[in-house]
């Protein structure tokens, strides 16, 4: 069935006629003996998957490419639980969303492997939703390699990662000229919930730290003892495209109290550096609460 | 060009046309992939076409594709070719099994009768409800129908048009590999003399496909007369890598001088001059300056035609920085005032009070130039905006979704980046220096000049405003000029560019981190912020390709990176000539150089690079 694929870079040339079309169908006259072989149904069809990167949750901030797979191409979605549920709505054929909650991660994405191969195997078009970017810190490349060895090539659909977008939407440049001129994303949380290693401290850097709020108050320390100054500013932004979205800004000195006061609301990023005051307009602004919008809902619980 | 002799003639050439299919309705037979490429050709050419293909598991991804995202240009006829589909118009094919003796199509009846079409036909286009709609609107429409009355065709929605065309079949492509039944549909076409390509049967083909090479308008074909497909393929790639760059911008443009030249100068006596002055132009001027053309260049260069005066580009450019300058000088005029004094401020303010109202300000990121990598916020923005002031190298694909103005950077007259400067050696360009400041300048005075007309201003950058885009330079410089801009993000780069070439840049037990940093500073001095090695971070350069032997000695020496470390390098990513190259950090320079690696590129370096890409 797919042996097709490899001259498929060039359809100007004139290759052998796709055989494809020897399914004209039982009644044909026309079929010779060898092609009827190719009738016979095919023992396994062969279905396609897609890893798509939902962005950080606004169903406008989806890619086109997103969208266009999400509502006519897929015939079954399986999503994270992460995925807004503006956008699980968009969806129109069979959803299936994980159940990633604490302690039942493995589970979940066991789960999921599993429901994606039968219908890989039933040869359906699968979408492998995820928020935000599929490979960044999104397990995207160990779905890949599990996908790779049932023989399947996933095609991977970039999505917004709400490390560069959190950053943007709460008006917060990772890079600016004069100030940071590189940033690193990384997780304050690490394998099987151990601390992961402090990058050290770089001035001209932005640090962008996912799953991190959780355990602030050790991160806080561990920033401390890897160099970074008591007056750096941070900044704390929730629920990235939201409409509830909030910006909590700080410094690593007054980040744990301010955000005690805030009452965090899961989900959130930690930016640590100075690029977090570049355009930040007035005195109040910088050690308190910037709320996109008044309204506090609690749609994304 | 004078010929002193006439040419003599050598025959058995092909007679090469541009077809103009546009409208006309093209049947293709098959599914698989010498279809798919089929649809490209006709769909490019605005055909409507009809795709027969007996069993949706036989369509191609490709094809299924193109049906689903064109509608209105294209239909499915899920079944085995039949004898009349070759007489029956765009969007009136029955899907049920055709029973009724009319049906029974012999080549004798041809044109007396017609094809079957009831009122009760049902066609079933893949996806789309206005498709189908359309198509059950317009059961008796069958040009060859001669029972078709007035009154029913003028009641159906369909236009007129459509009802009194030609033939209802223009072009018939076979791609199947059932040799009889292509015969047969061969023999059909040459009697109804409709011009037919039987795929891979030379003989039966009153047309050949050439190997084509699109750049916009810029088609460039190659045709061997049937004898080497795939050596045509190879010449026309060899074309297509030595055009110059932009060609196909810079045919667009002069397009759309040539259109403003004939309004301007109409008359027919203006002919000779106009075509002499066009001539001029397009030889004087360099193709890359062609492609800069834009409306207010246009009318500079226009203004030359009256005296037969062909400016050259460099002149043109004077003329426009002089403009400026005329109009910078007032406002820093304007400027020093407000700082001097709060009560001019407020004048300045209450000027554009008016315009604020309407006016509004996105600072949107284009993503990597897919169109498919847009936001849908992206797209909708784009149609909505007044004016679209965009980077320079976003491509046209998605600059083409905006409905209202766009602005395109100017080229850099020197350097692009600080890392063209290492891979462009052009003495030349020096001495007329734009700088990427004084572009800046200009696309911020651009997007000004539209928000105090209270226009709708999209600024259009590429990848993601805040990354390495002085995204949030153009927020304070509008801000100090009372105008807050929102930001749409865009998928950066940075991060889709090693996606795109399977490298994960984070994964469980090779990378925790990911450092993203430019390869050189300002002034073009390296970097010096590169992480100390660490077997779980990956770091991702940008513009580091006329610095890859420094960044590579630099991370080895001083930074304790191992020399084995995988090094991926990925040109263009997301483009058409995308490539994605493996090396070692200790090889990278010299993949680099060998393999000719140009800007934009990024470096992954870091053991993620060797998860998933397969050696």
């Not at chain 1, 600016?176 to 401290?201: E, N, W």
């Not at chain 1, 629920?239 to 700080?250: E, H, L, T």
């Not at chain 2, 008796?140 to 030609?166: C, F």
Request: hydrophobic fraction near 40%.
């Amino acid at each position: 069935m797919i042996d097709h694929t490899n001259n498929m870079n060039n359809p100007y040339d004139s290759p052998p006629v796709s055989p494809r079309y020897t399914a004209l169908g039982p009644n044909s006259p026309t079929l010779s003996s060898a092609q009827q072989i190719h009738l016979q149904p095919p023992t396994t069809p062969f279905g396609e998957i897609k890893l798509i990167g939902a962005g950080p949750g606004d169903p406008d901030l989806l890619t086109m490419a997103a969208y266009k797979a999400i509502t006519t191409w897929a015939d079954i979605v399986l999503a994270d639980k992460l995925v807004s549920k503006e956008i699980l709505a968009l969806v129109k054929c069979p959803l299936f969303v994980a159940n990633k909650d604490k302690g039942c991660q493995a589970s979940g994405q066991q789960e999921l492997f599993e429901r994606a191969t039968q219908a890989l195997k039933e040869g359906k078009k699968v979408v492998r939703l995820k928020q935000g970017d599929p490979f960044i810190f999104g397990r995207g490349g160990e779905e890949f390699l599990f996908f790779r060895r049932l023989g399947y090539e996933t095609t991977i659909v970039p999505g917004l990662s709400s490390s560069i977008a959190g950053p943007l939407l709460a008006q917060i440049p990772l890079t600016h000229r004069g100030i940071a001129s590189q940033f690193l994303v990384c997780t304050g949380t690490g394998k099987l919930d151990t601390i992961p290693d402090m990058p050290t401290y770089v001035a001209h850097r932005t640090t962008v730290f996912l799953m991190a709020l959780h355990r602030l108050e050790d991160l806080v320390q561990d920033l401390l003892r890897a160099g970074y100054p008591l007056n750096l500013p941070v900044a704390i932004v929730e629920r990235a495209s939201a409409k509830d979205q909030r910006c909590i800004r700080a410094t690593v000195e007054t980040v744990v109290e301010t955000l005690k006061e805030a009452k965090y609301r899961p989900p959130g990023i930690l930016i640590v550096g100075w690029a977090c005051d570049a355009l930040a307009q007035n005195p109040e602004q910088l050690g308190g609460l910037t709320a996109a919008s008044s309204t506090m809902m609690d749609s994304q619980e | 060009m004078v010929r002193s002799a006439i040419d003599p003639i050598r025959p058995g050439a092909s007679l090469i046309l541009a077809w103009q299919i546009k409208h006309k309705h093209v049947v293709i037979i098959g599914g698989g992939f010498v279809a798919a490429g089929r649809l490209v050709n006709v769909l490019e050419a605005d055909a409507k076409v009809t795709v027969i293909c007996p069993d949706n598991e036989e369509l191609s991804e490709t094809v299924r594709q193109h049906l689903q995202d064109h509608p209105q240009t294209t239909r499915l006829v899920p079944r085995e070719f039949q004898d009349t589909d070759l007489t029956t118009p765009f969007g009136e094919h029955t899907l049920t099994k055709v029973s009724s003796a009319s049906s029974i199509f012999t080549l004798e009846d041809y044109p007396a009768t017609t094809a079957t079409t009831t009122a009760a036909a049902t066609a079933t286009p893949i996806s789309s409800n206005s498709s189908v709609s359309s198509a059950q609107g317009s059961p008796a429409l069958s040009a060859a129908s001669t029972t078709t009355t007035l009154e029913s065709t003028l009641s159906l929605d369909d236009p007129l048009e459509d009802a009194i065309s030609g033939p209802a079949v223009d072009m018939v492509l076979s791609a199947i590999d059932d040799i009889p039944l292509s015969t047969h549909i061969y023999n059909l076409c040459k009697r109804l003399r409709i011009p037919v390509n039987i795929a891979d049967v030379p003989p039966q083909c009153d047309f050949y496909f050439c190997s084509t090479h699109r750049d916009k308008s810029l088609q460039v074909a190659v045709s061997t007369s049937g004898k080497g497909p795939k050596l045509a393929n190879l010449v026309r790639r060899h074309i297509a890598d030595h055009l110059p760059d932009r060609v196909g911008d810079a045919i667009e443009q002069v397009g759309i001088l040539r259109a403003k030249l004939r309004k301007m100068a109409p008359g027919p006596e203006v002919g000779p001059k106009r075509m002499g002055w066009m001539s001029r132009v397009c030889e004087q001027w360099r193709m890359e300056d062609l492609a800069t053309l834009e409306e207010r260049t246009m009318q500079i260069v226009l203004s030359g035609f009256k005296d037969n005066v062909v400016f050259s580009y460099e002149q043109v450019q004077a003329k426009i920085a002089e403009a400026e300058s005329t109009a910078a000088e007032s406002e820093k005029i304007e400027s020093k005032v407000t700082v001097a004094e709060d009560l001019a401020a407020d004048h300045t303010i209450a000027q554009d009070t008016l315009a604020q109202k309407t006016a509004r300000l996105v600072l949107v990121g284009a993503g990597p130039g897919d169109p498919e990598l847009l936001t849908l916020k992206a797209a909708r923005l784009l149609e909505e905006a007044d004016l679209v002031v965009a980077d320079r190298l976003i491509p046209m694909e998605v600059i083409d979704l905006a409905k209202g103005e766009v602005r395109i950077a100017p080229k850099k007259r020197t350097v692009l980046t600080v890392e063209q400067k290492s891979s462009i050696d052009d003495q030349d360009s020096l001495s007329t220096a734009t700088t990427s400041d004084d572009i800046q300048e200009q696309l911020n005075k651009w997007c000004l000049q539209g928000l105090r007309e209270g226009k709708t201003v999209v600024r259009l950058k590429q990848g993601d405003p805040f990354i390495f885009g002085r995204g949030a330079e153009e927020i304070l410089f509008f801000r100090e000029h009372g105008f807050d801009a929102e930001v749409v993000p865009g998928i950066s780069s940075v991060l889709s560019a090693p996606l795109s070439a399977n490298v994960p840049l984070t994964h469980r037990g090779s990378s925790s981190q990911v450092v993203i940093t430019t390869g050189q500073v300002k002034g073009g001095r390296l970097s010096d912020n590169f992480p100390v090695y660490d077997d779980q971070k990956t770091v991702v350069v940008l513009m580091g390709v006329g610095k890859a032997k420094e960044i590579s000695e630099m991370m080895q020496t001083d930074l304790s990176w191992p020399a084995n470390v995988p090094a991926v390098i990925i040109e263009n990513a997301h483009c058409a000539n995308e490539r994605a190259m493996d090396a070692t950090l200790s090889t990278l320079a010299q993949v680099v150089e060998e393999q000719n690696v140009v800007p934009p590129s990024v470096f992954v370096i870091g053991w993620a690079g060797s998860v998933l890409r397969q050696a």
